[in-house]
């Protein structure tokens, strides 16, 4: 063999190489070991009273996910018992165990207060609590925006509070490859148009809607949601009571998911139940409502 036909056989070699490496690599980012593009997930704050007297866990909670055929679940940061290894580990394997995806981390918080050293802690915890998501393999990160205690300033100086904390956490959320997203949730969230001015201050390709279907005023709920739907990286599948054929009593849950349909969204469609009543039927009811308008 010459030595053109040698150099060609190793660029040949090295090119097989190359493509297995980046194989292996796109193989192992998070991102592809987050299941289907839209699938059904479920809040573990539908399960609040099971929770709260011990009848689930973090480790427990997800064989009734597998039991009741719901695809991916998202923690409530306020029954984290630990961020430490040893337990993230914990969940990590019970969600593996279960075929379930752990789509996102639910954090309360107020980055909109006057207290600018709560404020700071708080970004620090937040930060803290990004990394934990990561390492969980989750795809979002809800951070609560609070507000400043006046309406009148929620608007102005509590939505430049949010967009300076959020820009603050952008380069984390780049670096974790995860989505940063707002609830709207009263305070600064409580209007999709505060919420839009977040996230066009910020960088909609990280930050985006966590889109609550049902946390708006009646009289302006569908108008609302349609602002925020292009903007979606997570949802909220509220629901709190059913008619006897199993619709939602209030809502029109066929034109929410319309909605999200027109607007290509991509991921989890997750429900929370927040009714009265036994709280595993209402995560039943809403599954089956969610399905009846949406084949995942």
């Known amino acids: 063999m010459g030595i053109l036909g040698y150099r060609s056989s190793i660029l040949a070699v090295g090119m097989v190489f190359i493509m297995a490496m980046a194989t292996i690599v796109f193989r192992e980012d998070p991102a592809e070991a987050r299941g289907p593009k839209v699938f059904l997930a479920c809040e573990t704050y539908s399960l609040r009273d099971y ?3 011990g009848k689930y866990d973090y480790i427990s909670v997800m064989k009734l996910m597998k039991e009741l055929g719901i695809k991916g679940i998202a923690l409530n940061d306020i029954w984290m018992k630990s961020y430490d ?18 789509v996102g ?3 309360d918080g107020n980055l909109a207060a006057d207290n600018e050293p709560a404020r700071r ?4 915890q937040d930060a803290m609590k990004m990394r934990a998501a990561a390492y969980l393999g989750a795809r979002i990160v809800r951070l609560n925006i609070g507000g400043t205690g006046d309406p009148a300033r929620d608007g102005t100086v509590g939505v430049e509070r949010a967009i300076a904390a959020f820009n603050e956490l952008l380069a984390l959320a780049k670096e974790l490859k995860l989505k940063l997203t707002i609830e709207n949730h ?3 969230s409580a209007k999709a148009d505060y919420i839009l001015r977040i996230i066009q201050g910020t960088d909609p390709k990280y930050v985006g809607a966590c889109l609550d279907f049902k946390n708006w005023p009646n009289e302006v709920i569908y108008e609302e949601n349609a602002k925020l739907a292009p903007y979606a990286y997570h949802v909220h599948a509220k629901t709190h009571s059913f008619t006897p054929e199993g619709e939602e009593t209030v809502v029109d849950y066929g034109r929410f998911l319309k909605m999200l349909k027109d607007a290509k969204y991509r991921g989890a469609i997750s429900i929370e139940f927040e009714g009265p009543g036994d709280q595993i039927e209402g995560v039943k009811k809403t599954r089956d409502l969610i399905l009846k308008y949406w084949k995942m």
């Open 186 to 188: 009263g305070g600064v």
């Open 121 to 124: 802690k708080q970004i620090e």
């Open 51 to 53: 929770i709260a007297q």
């Open 85 to 102: 290894k040893p337990y993230l580990d914990k969940i990590k394997r019970a969600a593996k165990d279960n075929g379930v995806i752990i």
């Open 105 to 107: 981390l639910i954090c």
